[in-house]
């Protein structure tokens, strides 16, 4: 039986994952499985066939390590999907800035480096608005990302310079929408369409995370949403100069610069997002049959 290893965190109690709903059908497709944090120590990765990095949710707390043990899996024999090549690209959220060269639609961002407290009223000049998001280019869940309003911003500067003084962070105006409406999500396997969800924070919250209160629900895109995220995965192909075993792509609705409404790239999340098997029963046969299909080919 060929042999695959689901890469994931040491402890996953404080979260919401589904792998095991991978086991089942890779199985059927002849797939032994074995889930192994990415900080577990003397792996020998030879002794698999590949490697699918899904739920390590703690890399952002020292990216430089978890790139290393990725570089690890790829000079060995085990195939790592995604690729290095990919994560590399998609680690730093600057790949956004790529993304918009190629004409994708994203959120509007200043890209900032050394957060200092006279700043803060410049970046709600520069987007004319109200309210702000400053996060982390390097981040998953949401951590270190800060919801400001204007009139109250100031009483989280220590905060920020404790989170953002000597790194590098992002800039973006907050968009209602996602509080009004939600957040977009559409996956793909092996370039296919999947599934899509929107999901809503709680209330009095932004973060559309499962552990952070966000709910969920299953979803039939409409045409425009469809057409742009196809167009967005193809970007996303092109600039990496390949297509992902596995890609999620986040959406809001947000209002143009000729004030009408478009759809715009929050994230094209190719690491280690959730995929969300839970919300379409077919979805887990989709991603183990995608990957079935990549490692005959």
């Given at each position: 039986m060929k042999s695959c290893a689901i890469l994931t965190m040491d402890n996953l109690s404080d979260f919401e994952c589904y792998d095991n709903l991978l086991i089942?059908?890779?199985?059927?497709l002849g797939w032994q499985t074995e889930l192994i944090s990415w900080r577990a120590n003397n792996i020998n990765w030879q002794c698999y066939d590949a490697v699918i990095i899904r739920s390590p949710w703690d890399y952002q707390d020292d990216a430089s390590a978890f790139i290393s043990v990725l570089e690890q899996i790829?000079?060995?024999?085990?195939?790592?999907?995604?690729?290095?090549?990919?994560?590399?690209?998609?680690?730093?959220?600057?790949?956004?800035?790529?993304?918009?060269?190629?004409?994708?639609?994203?959120?509007?961002?200043?890209?900032?480096?050394?957060?200092?407290?006279e700043k803060l009223n410049t970046f709600f000049k520069h987007f004319n608005c109200q309210q702000l998001v400053i996060?982390?280019?390097?981040s998953a869940n949401a951590d270190n990302t800060f919801w400001l309003h204007q009139n109250t911003a100031e009483n989280v500067t220590e905060q920020l310079l404790s989170v953002f003084g000597e790194s590098e962070f992002m800039v973006q105006p907050f968009i209602e929408s996602v509080i009004s409406e939600g957040e977009f999500s559409l996956f793909y396997f092996n370039g296919s369409y999947s599934h899509a969800i929107l999901k809503t924070p709680k209330e009095n919250d932004f973060r559309v995370q499962e552990e952070h209160g966000g709910r969920l629900k299953s979803i039939e895109p409409e045409a425009d949403l469809l057409s742009q995220a196809q167009e967005t995965l193809l970007a996303v192909g092109q600039q990496v100069g390949e297509m992902p075993l596995y890609a999620r792509l986040d959406f809001v609705r947000a209002v143009?610069?000729?004030?009408?409404?478009?759809?715009?790239?929050?994230?094209?999340?190719l690491i280690e997002p959730s995929l969300y098997f839970n919300m379409d029963d077919k979805a887990a046969q989709r991603f183990a049959k995608a990957f079935n299909e990549r490692m005959v080919n």
């Amino acid at each position: 039986m060929k042999s695959c290893a689901i890469l994931t965190m040491d402890n996953l109690s404080d979260f919401e994952c589904y792998d095991n709903l991978l086991i089942p059908p890779l199985a059927e497709l002849g797939w032994q499985t074995e889930l192994i944090s990415w900080r577990a120590n003397n792996i020998n990765w030879q002794c698999y066939d590949a490697v699918i990095i899904r739920s390590p949710w703690d890399y952002q707390d020292d990216a430089s390590a978890f790139i290393s043990v990725l570089e690890q899996i790829e000079q060995s024999s085990a195939v790592l999907l995604n690729s290095l090549t990919t994560v590399k690209w998609n680690i730093d959220k600057v790949y956004l800035k790529s993304l918009a060269q190629r004409h994708v639609n994203i959120v509007s961002t200043l890209w900032c480096s050394k957060f200092r407290a006279e700043k803060l009223n410049t970046f709600f000049k520069h987007f004319n608005c109200q309210q702000l998001v400053i996060k982390p280019r390097i981040s998953a869940n949401a951590d270190n990302t800060f919801w400001l309003h204007q009139n109250t911003a100031e009483n989280v500067t220590e905060q920020l310079l404790s989170v953002f003084g000597e790194s590098e962070f992002m800039v973006q105006p907050f968009i209602e929408s996602v509080i009004s409406e939600g957040e977009f999500s559409l996956f793909y396997f092996n370039g296919s369409y999947s599934h899509a969800i929107l999901k809503t924070p709680k209330e009095n919250d932004f973060r559309v995370q499962e552990e952070h209160g966000g709910r969920l629900k299953s979803i039939e895109p409409e045409a425009d949403l469809l057409s742009q995220a196809q167009e967005t995965l193809l970007a996303v192909g092109q600039q990496v100069g390949e297509m992902p075993l596995y890609a999620r792509l986040d959406f809001v609705r947000a209002v143009s610069l000729d004030k009408s409404q478009q759809f715009a790239l929050m994230e094209a999340e190719l690491i280690e997002p959730s995929l969300y098997f839970n919300m379409d029963d077919k979805a887990a046969q989709r991603f183990a049959k995608a990957f079935n299909e990549r490692m005959v080919n």
